[in-house]
T-cell receptor, first 117, second 114 residues
Framework: EPEVTQTPSHQVTQMGQEVILRCVPI?????FYWYRQILGQKVEFLVS????????KSEIFDDQFSVERPDGSNFTLKIRSTKLEDSAMYFC???????????????FGPGTRLTVL | AQSVTQLGSHVSVSEGALVLLRCNYS??????LFWYVQYPNQGLQLLLK??????LVKGINGFEAEFKKSETSFHLTKPSAHMSDAAEYFC????????????FGTGTSLTVIP
């Protein structure tokens, strides 16, 4: 069965450094998402992406964050200058159709654990 | 604003016993409702969802959930727990009037005792 993959599984970085989290959505999917989960807290929506542009973003997704689909397969989340509070598990997800996650099933990756020291 | 409350961060049941995981939402208009399961070192997997129609929805692995508008609830049940059900369960909502922003609960960790 096709699956969403994420690399790396664990990323450790120093505060102030830039990090890029990578995701490979399911190949024929059209809508892509990033979520994060700070340890012990809720899974939080960050951003959705469709047709090479941001569709929706939450208030968490400030100027420090950016997303990109650099080629036909990867979907990346960049954090420009990491802060301690960016330490979290980051999940990528994708859906097949243009209707989005409310109607189409979201498929999640296993997550990348980001630790900012 | 949407919010989701999952009562009980940890639930333990004996193998073969009823599983009941609680979820309540806060929204003036009933949203679309979802339950996801996360096994160790894996991504979230959709168990079931309610959008419209029959309020009792059946999902994978024998789970079901009932949307009760009067109680603003969407509790997840399974008649007989299996060891393989041990996982983290997340309730989530998204607005029924449009948009793709999901709001998740804090999750409930289910332990199944042999």
């Amino acid at each position: 069965e096709p699956e969403v993959t994420q690399t790396p599984s664990h990323q450790v970085t120093q505060m102030g450094q830039e990090v890029i989290l990578r995701c490979v959505p399911i190949s024929n999917h059209l809508y892509f998402y990033w979520y994060r989960q700070i340890l012990g807290q809720k899974v939080e929506f960050l951003v959705s992406f469709y047709n090479n542009e941001i569709s929706e973003k939450s208030e968490i997704f400030d100027d420090q964050f950016s997303v990109e689909r650099p080629d036909g397969s990867n979907f990346t989340l960049k954090i420009r200058s990491t802060k301690l509070e960016d330490s979290a598990m980051y999940f990528c997800a994708s859906t097949a159709g243009v209707a989005g996650a409310a109607t189409d099933t979201q498929y999640f990756g296993p997550g990348t654990r980001l630790t900012v020291l | 604003a949407q919010s989701v409350t999952q009562l009980g961060s940890h639930v333990s049941v004996s193998e073969g016993a009823l599983v009941l995981l609680r979820c309540n939402y806060s929204s003036s208009v009933p949203p679309y409702l979802f339950w996801y399961v996360q096994y160790p070192n894996q991504g979230l997997q959709l168990l079931l969802k309610y959008t419209t129609g029959a309020t009792l929805v059946k999902g994978i692995n024998g789970f079901e959930a009932e949307f009760k508008k009067s109680e603003t609830s969407f509790h997840l049940t399974k008649p007989s727990a299996h060891m393989s059900d041990a996982a983290e369960y997340f309730c989530a909502v998204t607005p029924s009037w449009g948009g793709n922003q999901f709001y998740f609960g804090t999750g409930t960790s289910l332990t199944v005792i042999p």
